[in-house]
C-alpha cells in the first residue's frame, strides 16, 4: 500500500512537471509567435538621399498609423466603389514616380508585419504638365499642394465601415497576390485584420483632417526633423 | 460471450469505416495538391500545347486566375451551344491540329483535383498561311494569330458557360463523345457543385469585362487585342464603365514573337511602354490568365529561351533580286534608322538605325491614337503594385507618348499593317493615307505576293467569315505613317522587292 502511495505521489509529480514543461513550451513558443508576428522591428531601407527620404521615408509612425501592407494593397481592388474613380490609390490624387511600389507619400516599416503609413510627402508635392503628351512633372512643395492624404482617410473609413470588411474577403483578394505563410495567415486572419478594422474605426471619433500635431507625437522626432530641414531648405 | 463478440463486430466496423475515412480524406487532400502541367519534350510542342501556368488554382472554393473551365467543360461547350459556333472553335481561327482534341494555344493541367485548361503563347502568336485558296494551310509559330478572334472567343466561352444548357449531365454526356476522360475525382466534384461553382467564377469575371465584350466597343476582329483594358478590370477591379469611352478603345494587332534578343533593351509593346523583354512576357501572361501566385516561371522561361534567337521564315516564292538590291537602296535613305534592315533576322542591327526601338511622339507618327490612350500612367502607378515582394515585381512599365519603331523581321508575314492593323498590304502602306483602302476583310490566310500581305477584298471562304474592318470606326484610322508614299511606282515597287527578304 505505502508502495502503491508513493508510486502515486510520484506520478503525481511527474504529471506535473510534464504539464510545467507543456506550459513552458506553449508561452515560449507564443511569445515567439506574437513577438515575431507583431513587434519585430526590422530597420527600414537607408534612403539614398533627402529627397527619397522625403518621399518615402518612414516618420516613425507605422506602429501607430500603418495600415498592414497587404490590407493597403488590396483595398483599392476589393472596394473600388469608394474611390472617386478607377485608378486605385492614383485615382485619389497620389503620384506615383516610374517603377516606384508604393505611391509618393508613403513609407513601408516591418514592425512584426509589413505596414504602410503615410508621410508629409503624401501632402507636400507639386504637380504640373506643361505640355499635352508630355510626362507629368513632379516636384516637393513647401505648401500642401494636394488634399490625398485626407481622401485617403476618408477611402479607409469607408472600407472599414462595409460589411465586406471581413478576413473572408480580404485573405480571398491577398490569395491572388501572394502566398502568405501558415502563420502568416493565422495572425492577418485572427489578429491584424480585425484590429486593422477597429482602429480605423476609432478614427471616425474625430473630424478627418490631417493634423500635424497628432502626426507628430505618432512619429519619431529625429525623422520629422530631417523631412523639416529638407522641407525648408526648398526655395 | 454473444455481446462480447457483437462488441467486437461494432469496434471492427467502427474500425474499417474510421480506415475507409482516413484513406478517403487522404486521397482527396493528394488529388487537391498535384499540381502538374501536360508536359512536351519537344520545345515546339511545348509552345503550342504546354503550360505558362494560366489555369486556376489556389483554392477550389475562390478559384484565382484562368479564363477558361475545366477541360471536360471547355470541350463540350461547342457541342452545347451549337448555334452559338457552328463550326467550332476553328470557326473563330483556332488552330487545330490533326489528332488533337484541343487547339494550339491550349495546355493542359491538373489542379485542385480537375484537368484544367489555360491559353498560352501560342494561341495569340501562332498563324497559318497558304499559297492559294485551295493549298493547305501552312502553321507558322511566332506569327500573329491574324485569323484569331479572341474577343469573340472570349464571349462564347462565357456566354456558353453560363448558358442554362451548359450543366452536369450535359457536360458528362459529352464526354464519350469529345474521347476527354476525367478521373474519378473530378467526377465527384461534378456531382458535388463543380458546375454552379464555375458559373459564379464565370458571372464576376463578365461583370469585370463585360463593358468589352459586347458592342459598347468596336469590334477587336480577328487578329486583334486590347492588351490592357481587361488587365484593367481582372487584375484591379477598376469599374470599366467609369472609364472614359475613349479610353476603351485599345485594339491593335497581335505581334510576332521573333528574335527577342537583339530586341532586349527597346521600347516594346506598340506604344514602347516597356523596355524589358522578360517584364513584358510575364505582363502578355497575365493577360492569357496566370496570375502572381499560379504562373508557371519555368514554363515561360522554356518559351523565352526558345523565342530569344527564332527566326521568321524565309519568303517561300521567288524574289526579283535585282530589284530587291535598287529597294535597298531605297530602304536606306527612307526607312532604316527607324526600322533596321534585312539582316536583323539574323540578330544584326545597322549602326544607322539609330532609332530603332525608340518612341516617335504621336504629333509626327500621326496614326491613329487610342491604343496610345488606352495606356495611361494612372494604369503604370497600379501596374509597379504587381508581383509585389518578389523579384519579378514590374518596375520597367511607362507611360510613353507616341509609338515604338519597331524591327521588320519576317514582315511578310505580319500584315495588316500599323499597330491596329488598318491597312492590309505593304502595297497600300506605301500608298498617300487618303488613298488607302477604306474598308477590308481580315483574317483570311492566303497570301498576296502581288500587294504583300493577306487577302483583304474575300468576305468569307472555307467555313470562316472574314472581318470586316471599316477604317471609319474610332481605334480604326489608317492615317498616319506616310513615309515613302511620295515615291515613285518603280521606286515602290522595288521597295516591296527588298522587304520580301526581311
Redo the contacts between chains.
Keep these: 500500500m505505502a508502495e502503491i502511495g508513493l508510486q502515486n505521489g510520484w506520478r503525481t509529480v511527474q504529471r506535473r512537471r510534464w504539464i510545467a514543461i507543456a506550459v513552458a513550451v506553449v508561452v515560449v513558443v507564443g511569445g515567439v509567435f506574437t513577438w515575431v508576428e507583431f513587434f519585430r522591428r526590422v530597420p527600414p531601407p537607408a534612403m539614398a538621399s533627402d529627397e527619397e527620404n522625403f518621399e518615402y521615408g518612414s516618420l516613425g509612425n507605422e506602429r501607430a498609423d500603418g495600415i498592414p501592407y497587404w490590407l493597403w494593397?488590396v483595398l483599392?481592388?476589393?472596394f473600388?466603389?469608394h474611390l472617386p474613380?478607377?485608378?486605385?490609390?492614383?485615382?485619389i490624387g497620389f503620384l506615383?514616380q516610374?517603377?516606384?511600389?508604393l505611391?509618393i507619400g508613403f513609407s513601408k516599416a516591418t514592425i512584426g508585419y509589413e505596414r504602410v503609413a503615410l508621410n508629409c510627402a503624401g501632402c507636400h508635392m507639386a504637380s504640373a504638365r506643361l505640355q499635352p503628351?508630355?510626362?507629368?512633372l513632379i516636384t516637393p512643395s513647401r505648401q500642401p499642394q494636394t488634399h490625398a492624404s485626407e481622401a485617403y482617410l476618408r477611402f479607409l473609413i469607408a472600407c472599414a465601415s462595409d460589411p465586406r470588411f471581413t478576413a473572408q474577403t480580404l485573405m480571398?483578394e491577398i490569395?491572388?497576390?501572394?502566398?502568405l505563410s501558415a502563420s502568416e495567415r493565422l495572425a492577418y486572419r485572427l489578429a491584424i485584420i480585425p484590429a486593422t478594422r477597429r482602429a480605423i474605426l476609432r478614427l471616425t471619433d474625430r473630424p478627418v483632417l490631417i493634423d500635424h500635431d497628432t502626426m507628430k507625437q505618432h512619429a519619431d522626432a529625429s525623422k520629422v526633423t530631417r523631412v523639416d530641414t529638407y522641407l525648408h531648405s526648398l526655395h | 460471450m454473444l455481446a462480447g463478440s457483437r462488441q467486437t463486430v461494432v469496434r471492427r466496423t467502427l474500425l474499417v469505416v474510421a480506415a475507409v475515412a482516413v484513406l478517403v480524406g487522404v486521397w482527396a487532400v493528394i488529388s487537391l495538391a498535384i499540381d502538374r502541367p501536360v508536359t512536351y519534350a519537344d520545345v515546339r510542342d511545348h509552345f503550342k500545347y504546354g503550360s505558362i501556368g494560366s489555369e486556376p488554382g489556389v483554392s477550389l472554393l475562390n478559384p484565382v486566375g484562368g479564363i477558361l473551365p475545366p477541360r471536360a467543360v471547355f470541350t463540350a461547350l461547342p457541342s452545347i451551344c451549337p448555334e452559338k459556333l457552328p463550326g467550332g472553335y476553328a470557326s473563330l481561327g483556332f488552330i487545330v491540329e490533326p489528332g488533337h482534341v484541343l487547339p494550339v494555344g491550349v495546355s493542359v493541367r491538373r489542379r485542385l483535383g480537375i484537368d484544367h485548361v489555360g491559353l498560352n503563347c501560342a494561341a495569340c502568336h501562332t498563324g497559318t498561311v497558304r499559297d492559294a485558296p485551295d493549298a493547305p494551310p501552312r502553321i507558322v509559330l511566332g506569327m500573329p494569330a491574324h485569323q484569331l478572334d479572341l474577343q469573340r472567343f472570349v464571349e462564347f466561352v462565357t456566354e456558353c458557360t453560363l448558358d442554362a444548357r451548359t450543366t452536369k449531365a450535359a457536360v458528362l454526356a459529352q464526354l464519350s463523345k469529345t474521347g476527354v476522360h476525367i478521373s474519378l475525382f473530378e467526377r465527384m466534384l461534378f456531382q458535388f457543385g463543380l458546375i454552379p461553382r464555375l458559373k459564379q467564377t464565370v458571372l464576376q469575371l463578365r461583370n469585370r469585362i463585360g463593358p468589352l465584350l459586347g458592342n459598347e466597343v468596336p469590334a477587336w476582329g480577328r487578329g486583334r487585342v486590347d492588351t490592357f483594358n481587361p488587365y484593367k478590370a481582372v487584375q484591379f477591379n477598376w469599374n470599366l464603365a467609369q472609364l472614359p469611352h475613349e479610353e476603351l478603345i485599345g485594339a491593335s494587332d497581335f505581334p510576332s514573337l521573333w528574335n527577342q534578343k537583339p530586341r532586349a533593351g527597346m521600347h516594346l509593346h506598340w506604344d514602347g511602354d516597356n523596355d524589358s523583354v522578360d517584364e513584358r512576357n510575364l505582363s502578355a501572361a497575365l493577360g492569357a490568365g496566370v496570375t502572381p501566385v499560379t504562373v508557371d516561371h519555368d514554363g515561360i522561361r522554356r518559351v523565352r529561351e526558345w523565342i530569344w534567337t527564332l527566326q521568321p521564315p524565309k519568303y517561300p516564292y521567288a524574289i526579283d533580286s535585282a530589284l530587291a538590291t535598287q529597294g535597298a537602296d531605297t530602304y536606306r535613305t527612307t526607312c532604316l534608322a527607324c526600322h533596321a534592315d534585312h539582316r536583323f533576322r539574323d540578330g544584326i542591327i545597322d549602326p544607322g538605325a539609330t532609332r530603332v526601338g525608340q518612341v516617335v511622339a504621336i504629333a509626327d507618327i500621326r496614326t491613329d491614337r487610342h491604343r496610345l490612350d488606352s495606356y495611361t500612367e494612372t494604369f503604370a502607378e497600379n501596374q509597379y503594385q504587381l508581383f509585389p515582394d518578389s523579384p519579378y515585381r514590374f518596375t520597367h512599365f511607362r507611360k510613353t507618348y507616341g509609338y515604338a519603331n519597331h524591327p521588320l523581321d519576317g514582315i511578310w508575314l505580319r500584315g495588316p499593317y500599323l499597330h491596329n492593323g488598318s491597312v492590309p498590304t505593304l502595297a497600300d502602306l506605301l500608298e498617300p493615307a487618303d488613298q488607302r483602302p477604306a474598308a477590308f476583310y481580315r483574317g483570311n490566310d492566303v497570301f498576296d505576293r502581288e500587294r504583300v500581305g493577306f487577302v483583304s477584298d474575300v468576305p468569307a471562304a472555307g467555313g470562316r467569315t472574314f472581318f470586316r474592318y471599316d477604317t471609319a470606326v474610332p481605334g480604326n484610322s489608317n492615317q498616319g505613317h506616310e513615309y515613302g508614299t511620295t515615291l515613285s511606282p518603280d521606286a515602290k515597287r522595288a521597295l516591296l522587292e527588298y522587304l520580301k527578304t526581311f
Excluded at chain 1, 474613380?85 to 485615382?91: E, F, K, R, V
Excluded at chain 1, 490569395?175 to 502566398?179: D, F, G, T, V
Design positions: 494593397l483599392p481592388r476589393v473600388p466603389e474613380a478607377p485608378g486605385g490609390y492614383a485615382a506615383s516610374p517603377g516606384r511600389e505611391p503628351d508630355t510626362p507629368l480571398a490569395a491572388k497576390n501572394y502566398h
